[in-house]
C-alpha cells in the first residue's frame, strides 16, 4: 500500500509529495479546488491551504479532508509527474 512520508508546500496550491515507493511528485490541487465542494472550500484560503499534515499516510486537511495517497500517486504517475525520488533510494 503506497503512503505518503513527506509533504511541502511548493506555491500556489501546488505540494511536493514523496511517497513510500521513493518516488516524488507535485501535485496540483486547484482542479480539486475548482469543483467548489463544502470541504475544499476552506483550502482557497492559502493560510489554510498550508496548514496539512500527513495522517496514516494520508494528505488531511483539519476540517476532515482527507486524500487517498494511493489515488494521488496514480494521478501523477499517469500524468508522467511521478520521478524516483534518488536522495532516497
Not at 12 to 37: A, E, N
Not at 55 to 81: D, V, Y
Amino acid at each position: 500500500m503506497i503512503k505518503i512520508v513527506k509533504a511541502e508546500y511548493l506555491e500556489h496550491k501546488i505540494i511536493r509529495l514523496w511517497f513510500s515507493d521513493q518516488t516524488v511528485g507535485d501535485y496540483d490541487l486547484q482542479p480539486l479546488l475548482d469543483k467548489q465542494t463544502e470541504l475544499v472550500t476552506p483550502l482557497q484560503d492559502e493560510v489554510y491551504f498550508k496548514q496539512f499534515f500527513l495522517e496514516l499516510g494520508a494528505l488531511c486537511w483539519k476540517n476532515g479532508l482527507e486524500l487517498s495517497p494511493g489515488n494521488i500517486h496514480n494521478k501523477l504517475r499517469q500524468q508522467g509527474k511521478l520521478q524516483t525520488d534518488l536522495k532516497a533510494a
